[in-house]
Protein backbone atom coordinates (compact mmCIF):
# COMPACT_ATOMS: atom_id res chain seq x y z
CA UNK A 1 0.00 0.00 0.00
CA UNK A 2 1.41 3.69 -0.92
CA UNK A 3 1.64 4.97 2.60
CA UNK A 4 1.79 8.49 0.80
CA UNK A 5 -0.23 11.18 3.16
CA UNK A 6 -1.47 12.58 -0.07
CA UNK A 7 -2.80 9.15 -0.98
CA UNK A 8 -4.07 8.95 2.49
CA UNK A 9 -6.02 12.22 2.32
CA UNK A 10 -7.55 12.15 -0.65
CA UNK A 11 -9.38 8.87 0.34
CA UNK A 12 -11.54 10.72 2.32
CA UNK A 13 -12.17 13.01 -0.29
CA UNK A 14 -16.03 12.85 -1.42
CA UNK A 15 -16.89 11.08 -4.51
CA UNK A 16 -18.48 13.93 -5.56
CA UNK A 17 -15.37 16.25 -6.73
CA UNK A 18 -17.51 19.02 -7.71
CA UNK A 19 -18.46 19.59 -4.01
CA UNK A 20 -16.89 22.66 -2.32
CA UNK A 21 -13.07 22.61 -0.21
CA UNK A 22 -12.93 25.89 0.68
CA UNK A 23 -13.94 29.17 0.54
CA UNK A 24 -11.64 31.92 0.40
CA UNK A 25 -11.93 35.69 2.02
CA UNK A 26 -13.73 37.06 -0.73
CA UNK A 27 -16.10 34.18 -1.12
CA UNK A 28 -14.81 32.33 -3.79
CA UNK A 29 -15.91 28.99 -3.59
CA UNK A 30 -13.30 26.27 -4.72
CA UNK A 31 -14.09 22.08 -5.20
CA UNK A 32 -12.07 19.29 -4.68
CA UNK A 33 -12.13 18.76 -8.70
CA UNK A 34 -10.40 22.74 -9.50
CA UNK A 35 -7.91 21.52 -6.36
CA UNK A 36 -6.94 18.39 -7.49
CA UNK A 37 -6.47 19.57 -10.80
CA UNK A 38 -4.15 22.33 -10.23
CA UNK A 39 -2.37 20.45 -7.28
CA UNK A 40 -1.60 18.10 -10.17
CA UNK A 41 -0.14 20.76 -12.71
CA UNK A 42 1.69 22.16 -10.21
CA UNK A 43 3.34 18.68 -9.56
CA UNK A 44 3.83 18.30 -13.09
CA UNK A 45 5.88 21.40 -13.07
CA UNK A 46 7.95 20.93 -9.35
CA UNK A 47 8.53 16.92 -11.31
CA UNK A 48 9.52 19.11 -14.20
CA UNK A 49 11.97 21.12 -12.32
CA UNK A 50 13.81 18.05 -11.21
CA UNK A 51 12.28 17.64 -7.54
CA UNK A 52 12.75 13.80 -6.97
CA UNK A 53 11.55 12.24 -3.87
CA UNK A 54 12.59 13.37 -0.78
CA UNK A 55 13.98 16.49 -1.97
CA UNK A 56 13.08 19.44 -0.18
CA UNK A 57 10.87 22.08 -1.38
CA UNK A 58 11.00 25.00 0.40
CA UNK A 59 7.93 27.65 0.48
CA UNK A 60 7.46 31.48 2.03
CA UNK A 61 4.11 32.15 1.00
CA UNK A 62 1.59 34.21 2.03
CA UNK A 63 -1.99 32.16 2.72
CA UNK A 64 -4.07 31.77 -0.46
CA UNK A 65 -5.93 28.82 -2.16
CA UNK A 66 -3.18 28.28 -4.14
CA UNK A 67 -0.23 27.94 -1.11
CA UNK A 68 -2.73 24.83 -0.42
CA UNK A 69 -2.43 23.29 -3.96
CA UNK A 70 1.43 23.73 -3.53
CA UNK A 71 0.82 22.24 -0.41
CA UNK A 72 -0.70 19.02 -1.96
CA UNK A 73 1.69 19.01 -4.92
CA UNK A 74 4.58 18.71 -2.69
CA UNK A 75 2.83 15.84 -1.17
CA UNK A 76 1.82 14.16 -4.24
CA UNK A 77 5.70 14.22 -6.13
CA UNK A 78 6.75 12.64 -2.62
CA UNK A 79 8.68 16.18 -1.65
CA UNK A 80 9.41 17.04 1.55
CA UNK A 81 7.56 20.30 2.11
CA UNK A 82 9.46 22.87 3.71
CA UNK A 83 7.05 25.63 5.46
CA UNK A 84 8.98 28.87 6.10
CA UNK A 85 7.29 32.09 7.93
CA UNK A 86 7.04 34.77 6.13
CA UNK A 87 8.27 37.15 8.47
CA UNK A 88 11.92 35.87 8.63
CA UNK A 89 15.00 38.12 7.56
CA UNK A 90 17.26 37.27 4.82
CA UNK A 91 19.73 36.23 7.58
CA UNK A 92 17.10 33.43 8.95
CA UNK A 93 16.02 32.40 5.33
CA UNK A 94 19.67 32.16 4.51
CA UNK A 95 20.22 29.30 7.20
CA UNK A 96 17.54 27.60 6.73
CA UNK A 97 18.62 27.34 3.12
CA UNK A 98 21.99 26.77 2.73
CA UNK A 99 20.87 24.06 5.43
CA UNK A 100 18.12 22.21 3.85
CA UNK A 101 19.20 22.62 0.40
CA UNK A 102 15.85 22.74 -0.95
CA UNK A 103 15.58 21.59 -4.80
CA UNK A 104 12.86 24.79 -5.15
CA UNK A 105 11.87 27.38 -3.47
CA UNK A 106 8.15 29.50 -3.94
CA UNK A 107 8.33 32.76 -2.41
CA UNK A 108 6.73 36.11 -2.61
CA UNK A 109 7.07 37.64 -5.94
CA UNK A 110 8.23 41.08 -4.17
CA UNK A 111 10.91 38.80 -2.07
CA UNK A 112 12.13 37.25 -5.29
CA UNK A 113 15.19 39.62 -6.30
CA UNK A 114 16.38 39.44 -2.55
CA UNK A 115 15.98 35.56 -2.64
CA UNK A 116 17.19 34.64 -6.09
CA UNK A 117 21.31 35.11 -5.31
CA UNK A 118 21.04 32.22 -2.72
CA UNK A 119 18.34 30.07 -4.74
CA UNK A 120 21.27 29.97 -7.04
CA UNK A 121 24.14 29.61 -4.55
CA UNK A 122 22.06 26.17 -3.03
CA UNK A 123 20.89 25.32 -6.50
CA UNK A 124 16.75 25.89 -6.08
CA UNK A 125 14.82 26.55 -9.10
CA UNK A 126 13.08 29.88 -7.87
CA UNK A 127 9.51 30.12 -8.91
CA UNK A 128 7.26 33.15 -6.86
CA UNK A 129 3.33 32.88 -5.81
CA UNK A 130 1.82 35.82 -4.20
CA UNK A 131 -1.08 36.31 -2.06
CA UNK A 132 -3.71 36.66 -4.58
CA UNK A 133 -2.08 34.01 -6.39
CA UNK A 134 -0.22 35.76 -9.16
CA UNK A 135 3.43 34.73 -9.93
CA UNK A 136 5.46 31.98 -11.54
CA UNK A 137 4.40 29.07 -10.11
CA UNK A 138 0.31 29.24 -11.00
CA UNK A 139 1.77 30.84 -14.53
CA UNK A 140 4.37 28.33 -15.53
CA UNK A 141 1.50 25.44 -14.14
CA UNK A 142 -1.83 26.83 -16.26
CA UNK A 143 -1.02 25.26 -19.61
CA UNK A 144 0.86 21.62 -18.02
CA UNK A 145 -1.00 18.75 -17.95
CA UNK A 146 -2.20 17.83 -14.72
CA UNK A 147 -0.33 15.21 -13.23
CA UNK A 148 -2.66 12.06 -11.17
CA UNK A 149 0.75 10.06 -10.57
CA UNK A 150 0.79 9.90 -6.64
CA UNK A 151 4.58 9.16 -5.77
CA UNK A 152 4.74 6.27 -3.91
CA UNK A 153 6.10 6.45 -0.26
CA UNK A 154 6.96 4.50 2.62
CA UNK A 155 5.48 5.50 5.96
CA UNK A 156 8.91 6.05 7.64
CA UNK A 157 9.31 8.58 4.71
CA UNK A 158 10.26 12.46 5.64
CA UNK A 159 7.11 14.27 4.50
CA UNK A 160 7.78 17.97 6.08
CA UNK A 161 10.58 19.80 7.74
CA UNK A 162 9.45 21.98 10.21
CA UNK A 163 12.42 24.26 11.44
CA UNK A 164 12.49 25.02 15.57
CA UNK A 165 14.41 27.66 16.97
CA UNK A 166 16.29 25.90 19.66
CA UNK A 167 17.78 27.16 23.31
CA UNK A 168 21.13 26.69 22.03
CA UNK A 169 22.46 27.78 18.86
CA UNK A 170 20.88 26.87 15.81
CA UNK A 171 17.42 26.11 14.03
CA UNK A 172 16.77 22.54 13.76
CA UNK A 173 14.55 21.20 11.31
CA UNK A 174 12.24 18.81 12.95
CA UNK A 175 11.49 15.84 10.53
CA UNK A 176 7.92 14.46 10.43
CA UNK A 177 7.50 11.51 8.42
CA UNK A 178 4.15 10.58 6.56
CA UNK A 179 2.86 8.15 9.22
CA UNK A 180 3.73 11.02 12.06
CA UNK A 181 0.88 13.28 10.39
CA UNK A 182 -0.97 10.54 9.20
CA UNK A 183 -1.31 9.17 12.68
CA UNK A 184 -1.79 12.57 14.52
CA UNK A 185 -4.74 13.49 12.55
CA UNK A 186 -6.44 10.05 12.21
CA UNK A 187 -6.57 10.12 16.00
CA UNK A 188 -7.82 13.87 16.08
CA UNK A 189 -10.54 13.43 13.64
CA UNK A 190 -11.95 10.53 15.45
CA UNK A 191 -11.43 11.98 19.09
CA UNK A 192 -12.65 15.42 17.92
CA UNK A 193 -15.76 13.93 16.44
CA UNK A 194 -15.19 15.23 13.08
CA UNK A 195 -18.36 14.75 10.88
CA UNK A 196 -19.40 15.49 7.00
CA UNK A 197 -20.78 19.09 7.04
CA UNK A 198 -18.23 20.06 9.36
CA UNK A 199 -17.06 24.06 8.60
CA UNK A 200 -13.77 25.30 10.01
CA UNK A 201 -12.84 29.32 10.23
CA UNK A 202 -8.89 29.30 9.35
CA UNK A 203 -7.15 32.49 10.75
CA UNK A 204 -3.80 30.56 12.01
CA UNK A 205 -0.86 31.02 9.51
CA UNK A 206 -0.19 27.97 7.09
CA UNK A 207 3.41 27.42 8.19
CA UNK A 208 3.78 25.78 11.37
CA UNK A 209 2.17 22.57 13.03
CA UNK A 210 -1.20 24.01 14.34
CA UNK A 211 -2.58 25.35 10.91
CA UNK A 212 -0.56 23.03 8.81
CA UNK A 213 -0.98 19.57 10.35
CA UNK A 214 -3.97 20.30 12.34
CA UNK A 215 -5.99 22.26 10.99
CA UNK A 216 -5.92 21.58 7.70
CA UNK A 217 -5.13 17.66 7.37
CA UNK A 218 -8.28 17.94 9.55
CA UNK A 219 -10.13 18.93 6.98
CA UNK A 220 -8.65 17.62 3.89
CA UNK A 221 -9.02 13.93 5.61
CA UNK A 222 -12.97 15.33 6.43
CA UNK A 223 -13.58 16.53 2.97
CA UNK A 224 -14.23 20.05 3.80
CA UNK A 225 -14.84 22.49 4.38
CA UNK A 226 -12.17 25.32 4.92
CA UNK A 227 -12.84 28.68 5.28
CA UNK A 228 -9.40 30.19 4.80
CA UNK A 229 -8.79 33.72 5.65
CA UNK A 230 -5.49 35.61 5.23
CA UNK A 231 -5.02 36.32 8.66
CA UNK A 232 -6.82 36.26 12.13
CA UNK A 233 -8.96 39.74 12.73
CA UNK A 234 -11.83 39.11 15.20
CA UNK A 235 -14.08 40.79 13.22
CA UNK A 236 -14.08 38.69 10.43
CA UNK A 237 -14.12 35.43 12.01
CA UNK A 238 -16.70 36.38 13.96
CA UNK A 239 -18.47 36.91 10.64
CA UNK A 240 -17.75 33.61 9.58
CA UNK A 241 -18.18 31.74 12.98
CA UNK A 242 -22.27 32.02 11.71
CA UNK A 243 -21.29 29.20 9.38
CA UNK A 244 -19.04 27.25 11.00
CA UNK A 245 -19.06 24.36 13.44
CA UNK A 246 -15.32 24.89 14.51
CA UNK A 247 -12.40 27.09 15.25
CA UNK A 248 -9.08 26.58 16.24
CA UNK A 249 -6.80 28.97 17.46
CA UNK A 250 -4.05 30.19 20.00
CA UNK A 251 -5.37 31.80 23.06
CA UNK A 252 -4.51 35.38 21.73
CA UNK A 253 -7.51 34.32 19.43
CA UNK A 254 -9.91 33.82 22.22
CA UNK A 255 -8.49 37.03 24.21
CA UNK A 256 -9.53 38.99 21.02
CA UNK A 257 -12.48 37.61 20.20
CA UNK A 258 -13.51 38.42 24.15
CA UNK A 259 -12.80 41.92 23.58
CA UNK A 260 -15.49 42.30 20.78
CA UNK A 261 -18.89 42.85 21.82
CA UNK A 262 -20.05 41.04 18.69
CA UNK A 263 -18.83 37.74 20.35
CA UNK A 264 -22.42 36.32 21.43
CA UNK A 265 -24.07 33.01 22.31
CA UNK A 266 -26.24 33.94 19.26
CA UNK A 267 -23.17 34.65 17.36
CA UNK A 268 -21.70 31.65 17.22
CA UNK A 269 -24.89 29.13 18.09
CA UNK A 270 -23.93 27.17 15.26
CA UNK A 271 -20.24 26.61 16.10
CA UNK A 272 -19.66 23.31 18.29
CA UNK A 273 -16.52 23.36 18.90
CA UNK A 274 -13.85 26.08 19.46
CA UNK A 275 -9.55 24.78 20.32
CA UNK A 276 -6.89 26.21 21.60
CA UNK A 277 -3.57 25.23 21.84
CA UNK A 278 0.01 26.24 21.13
CA UNK A 279 -0.03 28.20 24.34
CA UNK A 280 -1.09 28.26 28.04
CA UNK A 281 -5.00 29.63 27.64
CA UNK A 282 -5.49 31.05 31.09
CA UNK A 283 -8.09 29.69 33.42
CA UNK A 284 -9.83 33.45 33.13
CA UNK A 285 -10.61 33.15 29.47
CA UNK A 286 -11.56 30.23 29.78
CA UNK A 287 -14.24 31.37 32.13
CA UNK A 288 -15.15 34.38 30.07
CA UNK A 289 -15.70 32.70 27.27
CA UNK A 290 -17.80 30.24 28.80
CA UNK A 291 -19.61 32.82 30.61
CA UNK A 292 -20.10 34.85 27.19
CA UNK A 293 -20.90 32.42 24.73
CA UNK A 294 -21.91 29.22 27.20
CA UNK A 295 -19.21 27.35 25.19
CA UNK A 296 -16.08 25.29 26.65
CA UNK A 297 -12.95 25.81 24.97
CA UNK A 298 -11.35 22.66 24.40
CA UNK A 299 -7.07 22.86 25.34
CA UNK A 300 -5.09 20.53 23.99
CA UNK A 301 -0.71 20.65 23.86
CA UNK A 302 1.33 19.66 21.17
CA UNK A 303 4.70 20.54 19.62
CA UNK A 304 6.34 21.03 16.19
CA UNK A 305 8.15 17.78 17.04
CA UNK A 306 5.26 15.54 18.13
CA UNK A 307 2.53 17.07 16.56
CA UNK A 308 -0.72 17.04 19.53
CA UNK A 309 0.08 14.59 22.44
CA UNK A 310 -2.60 15.64 25.01
CA UNK A 311 -6.18 16.89 24.69
CA UNK A 312 -9.36 17.32 26.70
CA UNK A 313 -12.32 15.47 26.14
CA UNK A 314 -14.98 16.26 23.37
CA UNK A 315 -17.50 14.74 25.60
CA UNK A 316 -16.49 14.77 28.94
CA UNK A 317 -15.28 17.07 31.45
CA UNK A 318 -12.77 19.89 29.61
CA UNK A 319 -10.75 21.20 32.55
CA UNK A 320 -9.44 24.72 32.26
CA UNK A 321 -5.91 24.69 33.34
CA UNK A 322 -4.90 21.56 31.99
CA UNK A 323 -4.35 19.82 28.31
CA UNK A 324 -6.58 17.11 28.85
CA UNK A 325 -5.37 13.24 28.86
CA UNK A 326 -2.56 11.63 26.71
CA UNK A 327 -4.17 11.03 22.95
CA UNK A 328 -4.96 7.39 22.48
CA UNK A 329 -2.00 5.82 21.44
CA UNK A 330 0.42 8.07 22.78
CA UNK A 331 1.97 7.83 26.23
CA UNK A 332 3.55 10.66 28.36
CA UNK A 333 5.09 10.76 31.37
CA UNK A 334 7.08 12.93 33.86
CA UNK A 335 10.63 12.61 34.40
CA UNK A 336 13.23 13.75 36.51
CA UNK A 337 15.96 15.76 34.46
CA UNK A 338 18.10 12.57 34.73
CA UNK A 339 14.52 10.93 33.06
CA UNK A 340 13.93 8.71 35.73
CA UNK A 341 10.25 8.97 36.66
CA UNK A 342 9.10 11.49 39.01
CA UNK A 343 6.44 10.21 42.00
CA UNK A 344 2.64 10.42 41.07
CA UNK A 345 1.16 14.29 40.84
CA UNK A 346 4.72 16.01 41.14
CA UNK A 347 6.19 18.38 39.14
CA UNK A 348 8.73 17.04 35.98
CA UNK A 349 9.76 17.62 32.55
CA UNK A 350 6.98 15.66 29.97
CA UNK A 351 8.26 13.27 27.92
CA UNK A 352 6.50 11.83 24.58
CA UNK A 353 6.49 8.26 22.83
CA UNK A 354 4.15 7.06 20.16
CA UNK A 355 3.33 7.16 16.24
CA UNK A 356 3.02 10.89 16.33
CA UNK A 357 6.80 11.55 17.24
CA UNK A 358 9.26 12.83 14.96
CA UNK A 359 12.35 10.84 13.00
CA UNK A 360 14.84 13.32 14.57
CA UNK A 361 16.58 16.53 13.36
CA UNK A 362 17.85 17.35 10.34
CA UNK A 363 21.23 16.38 9.55
CA UNK A 364 21.82 16.64 13.12
CA UNK A 365 21.72 13.33 14.75
CA UNK A 366 23.54 14.10 18.06
CA UNK A 367 20.92 16.85 19.05
CA UNK A 368 18.08 14.30 17.94
CA UNK A 369 19.91 11.70 20.66
CA UNK A 370 20.34 14.64 23.50
CA UNK A 371 16.20 14.61 23.23
CA UNK A 372 15.47 11.17 23.14
CA UNK A 373 15.56 8.58 26.07
CA UNK A 374 17.25 5.10 24.61
CA UNK A 375 13.44 3.91 25.27
CA UNK A 376 11.97 6.29 22.67
CA UNK A 377 10.58 8.78 25.13
CA UNK A 378 11.16 12.55 23.93
CA UNK A 379 11.38 15.13 26.02
CA UNK A 380 9.53 17.90 25.57
CA UNK A 381 10.96 20.40 27.84
CA UNK A 382 7.97 21.57 29.25
CA UNK A 383 7.38 20.64 33.35
CA UNK A 384 3.81 19.05 33.85
CA UNK A 385 2.15 16.87 36.42
CA UNK A 386 -0.32 13.98 35.07
CA UNK A 387 -3.36 13.52 38.07
CA UNK A 388 -4.19 10.33 39.20
CA UNK A 389 -6.99 10.44 36.66
CA UNK A 390 -4.75 11.66 33.50
CA UNK A 391 -4.99 14.94 33.32
CA UNK A 392 -2.27 17.20 32.22
CA UNK A 393 -1.47 20.49 33.50
CA UNK A 394 1.48 22.24 32.00
CA UNK A 395 3.25 24.12 34.71
CA UNK A 396 5.88 25.69 33.16
CA UNK A 397 9.39 25.10 30.97
CA UNK A 398 12.42 23.68 31.60
CA UNK A 399 13.48 24.94 28.40
CA UNK A 400 14.21 29.03 28.33
CA UNK A 401 11.66 29.96 25.83
CA UNK A 402 9.35 32.55 25.42
CA UNK A 403 6.10 31.62 24.14
CA UNK A 404 4.02 35.26 22.52
CA UNK A 405 0.85 35.15 20.65
CA UNK A 406 1.64 30.93 20.22
CA UNK A 407 5.12 31.80 18.63
CA UNK A 408 8.21 30.80 20.09
CA UNK A 409 10.86 32.87 20.63
CA UNK A 410 14.40 31.60 22.01
CA UNK A 411 15.79 34.25 24.19
CA UNK A 412 19.42 33.16 23.07
CA UNK A 413 19.19 33.79 19.64
CA UNK A 414 18.23 37.67 20.86
CA UNK A 415 20.79 37.74 23.50
CA UNK A 416 22.97 37.17 21.01
CA UNK A 417 21.62 39.70 18.29
CA UNK A 418 21.29 42.36 21.42
CA UNK A 419 25.06 41.24 22.40
CA UNK A 420 26.45 42.60 18.86
CA UNK A 421 24.78 45.74 19.11
CA UNK A 422 26.86 48.90 19.70
CA UNK A 423 26.67 50.42 23.18
CA UNK A 424 25.55 46.74 24.55
CA UNK A 425 27.65 45.18 26.84
CA UNK A 426 25.72 42.17 28.11
CA UNK A 427 21.81 41.23 27.77
CA UNK A 428 19.08 39.13 29.08
CA UNK A 429 15.82 38.37 27.47
CA UNK A 430 12.64 36.83 29.33
CA UNK A 431 9.08 36.57 29.22
CA UNK A 432 6.67 39.20 30.79
CA UNK A 433 2.86 38.58 31.31
CA UNK A 434 0.97 40.16 28.26
CA UNK A 435 -2.83 41.01 28.36
CA UNK A 436 -2.82 40.28 24.51
CA UNK A 437 0.01 38.05 23.33
CA UNK A 438 0.07 36.03 26.98
CA UNK A 439 3.84 36.89 27.01
CA UNK A 440 5.90 39.28 25.33
CA UNK A 441 9.98 39.63 24.87
CA UNK A 442 12.03 41.78 27.76
CA UNK A 443 15.13 42.75 27.04
CA UNK A 444 17.31 43.24 30.13
CA UNK A 445 20.29 45.22 29.21
CA UNK A 446 23.80 46.43 30.69
CA UNK A 447 25.10 49.29 28.51
CA UNK A 448 28.54 50.99 27.97
CA UNK A 449 26.83 53.63 25.53
CA UNK A 450 23.34 54.25 24.95
CA UNK A 451 21.97 51.76 22.58
CA UNK A 452 19.49 53.97 20.68
CA UNK A 453 16.21 52.22 19.98
CA UNK A 454 16.89 49.17 20.08
CA UNK A 455 14.26 47.04 18.26
CA UNK A 456 14.99 49.28 15.27
CA UNK A 457 18.42 47.88 15.68
CA UNK A 458 17.25 44.45 15.76
CA UNK A 459 15.01 44.56 12.65
CA UNK A 460 17.36 43.67 10.10
CA UNK A 461 18.63 40.73 11.92
CA UNK A 462 15.06 39.36 13.84
CA UNK A 463 12.02 38.62 12.90
CA UNK A 464 9.06 41.26 14.06
CA UNK A 465 7.80 38.71 16.54
CA UNK A 466 11.01 38.51 18.28
CA UNK A 467 11.43 41.57 18.52
CA UNK A 468 11.73 43.13 22.77
CA UNK A 469 8.51 44.93 23.15
CA UNK A 470 10.11 46.37 26.47
CA UNK A 471 13.69 47.36 26.87
CA UNK A 472 15.62 48.19 30.58
CA UNK A 473 18.60 48.86 31.05
CA UNK A 474 20.45 47.90 34.57
CA UNK A 475 23.85 48.28 36.23
CA UNK A 476 24.02 44.55 36.72
CA UNK A 477 22.62 41.19 35.65
CA UNK A 478 21.30 38.93 38.41
CA UNK A 479 23.83 36.42 38.85
CA UNK A 480 23.68 32.95 41.04
CA UNK A 481 27.34 31.56 42.40
CA UNK A 482 28.03 29.55 39.19
CA UNK A 483 28.14 32.93 37.36
CA UNK A 484 24.37 31.97 35.44
CA UNK A 485 22.19 34.76 35.03
CA UNK A 486 19.03 34.59 37.47
CA UNK A 487 16.32 34.76 34.94
CA UNK A 488 14.03 34.17 37.84
CA UNK A 489 14.63 37.21 39.44
CA UNK A 490 14.53 39.04 36.16
CA UNK A 491 10.83 37.39 35.48
CA UNK A 492 9.57 38.37 38.51
CA UNK A 493 11.08 42.20 38.29
CA UNK A 494 9.67 42.70 34.78
CA UNK A 495 6.42 40.81 35.79
CA UNK A 496 4.17 44.17 35.16
CA UNK A 497 5.68 46.21 32.71
CA UNK A 498 2.56 45.35 29.85
CA UNK A 499 -0.31 45.03 32.23
CA UNK A 500 -2.35 48.02 32.08
CA UNK A 501 -2.81 50.81 34.24
C1 LIG B 1 2.86 39.48 15.10
N1 LIG B 1 3.65 40.28 15.84
C2 LIG B 1 3.90 39.67 17.00
C3 LIG B 1 3.24 38.43 16.92
N2 LIG B 1 2.60 38.33 15.73
N3 LIG B 1 4.64 40.04 18.05
C4 LIG B 1 4.74 39.18 19.07
N4 LIG B 1 4.12 37.96 19.08
C5 LIG B 1 3.37 37.57 18.02
N5 LIG B 1 2.76 36.36 17.99
C6 LIG B 1 4.15 41.63 15.54
C7 LIG B 1 4.57 41.83 14.10
O1 LIG B 1 5.95 41.62 13.95
C8 LIG B 1 4.20 43.27 13.89
O2 LIG B 1 5.17 44.11 14.44
C9 LIG B 1 2.98 43.47 14.74
O3 LIG B 1 3.03 42.46 15.75
C10 LIG B 1 1.68 43.34 13.97
O4 LIG B 1 1.79 42.20 13.13
P1 LIG B 1 0.49 41.44 12.60
O5 LIG B 1 0.90 40.38 11.64
O6 LIG B 1 -0.54 42.45 12.20
O7 LIG B 1 0.06 40.73 13.95
P2 LIG B 1 -1.27 40.09 14.30
O8 LIG B 1 -2.11 39.87 13.08
O9 LIG B 1 -1.86 40.85 15.42
O10 LIG B 1 -0.77 38.64 14.79
C11 LIG B 1 -0.90 38.18 16.08
C12 LIG B 1 -1.38 36.74 16.04
C13 LIG B 1 -0.39 35.94 15.15
C14 LIG B 1 -1.41 36.23 17.45
C15 LIG B 1 -2.77 36.66 15.42
O11 LIG B 1 0.93 36.05 15.67
C16 LIG B 1 -0.75 34.51 15.01
O12 LIG B 1 -1.54 34.13 14.14
N6 LIG B 1 -0.21 33.63 15.86
C17 LIG B 1 -0.39 32.19 15.78
C18 LIG B 1 0.92 31.52 15.68
C19 LIG B 1 0.78 30.02 15.49
O13 LIG B 1 0.21 29.50 14.53
N7 LIG B 1 1.32 29.23 16.43
C20 LIG B 1 1.29 27.79 16.36
C21 LIG B 1 2.70 27.21 16.38
S1 LIG B 1 2.61 25.42 16.34
P3 LIG B 1 6.07 45.05 13.54
O14 LIG B 1 6.79 45.88 14.54
O15 LIG B 1 6.96 44.10 12.80
O16 LIG B 1 5.12 45.81 12.67
C22 LIG B 1 2.75 24.98 17.97
C23 LIG B 1 2.45 23.57 18.31
C24 LIG B 1 1.07 23.50 18.86
O17 LIG B 1 2.98 25.77 18.81
O18 LIG B 1 0.86 22.97 19.96
O19 LIG B 1 0.17 24.02 18.18
P1 LIG C 1 6.42 24.66 18.96
O1 LIG C 1 7.85 24.32 19.18
O2 LIG C 1 6.22 25.94 18.22
O3 LIG C 1 5.72 23.54 18.36
O4 LIG C 1 5.80 24.93 20.38
C1 LIG C 1 5.57 23.87 21.26
C2 LIG C 1 5.45 24.38 22.65
O5 LIG C 1 4.24 25.14 22.80
C3 LIG C 1 5.33 23.29 23.68
O6 LIG C 1 6.57 22.71 23.98
C4 LIG C 1 4.70 24.05 24.83
O7 LIG C 1 5.68 24.76 25.55
C5 LIG C 1 3.79 25.02 24.12
N1 LIG C 1 2.38 24.59 24.14
C6 LIG C 1 1.66 24.02 23.15
N2 LIG C 1 0.39 23.82 23.55
C7 LIG C 1 0.29 24.26 24.83
C8 LIG C 1 -0.75 24.34 25.78
N3 LIG C 1 -1.99 23.96 25.52
N4 LIG C 1 -0.45 24.84 27.02
C9 LIG C 1 0.79 25.26 27.31
N5 LIG C 1 1.81 25.23 26.45
C10 LIG C 1 1.57 24.75 25.21
Not at 297 to 322: D, K, Q
Request: glycine residues 10%; charged residues 20%.
Amino acid sequence: MNASLFARLVSGFPADRAKVFLETEDGTEVSFATMLAAAGRIATLLRGAGVEPGDRVAVQVEKSAEAVYLYLACLQVGAVYLPLNTACTATELDYFLTDSEPKALICDPAAAEAAAPLAAVVGARLLTLGADGAGSLIAESAGLVSDRQVTERAGGDVVAILYTSGTTGRSKGAMLTHDNLWANVATLHWLWGFRPGDVLVHALPLYHTHGLFVALNLMLMNGGKLILLPRFEAEAVIDRLARATVLMGVPTFYTRLLASPRLTKEAVSGTRLFISGSAPLLTQTHAEFEARTGQRILERYGMTETGMSASNPLVGERRAGTVGMALPGVELRVCDAGGAPAPAGEVGVLEVRGPNVFKGYWRMPEKSAAETRADGFFVTGDLATIGADGYVTIVGRAKDLVISGGLNIYPKEVEEALDALPGVIESAVVGAPHPDLGEAVVAVLTVSADPGDVPAALRARLSGFKLPRHVAVVETLPRNSMGKVQKNLLRERFRDVFQAG
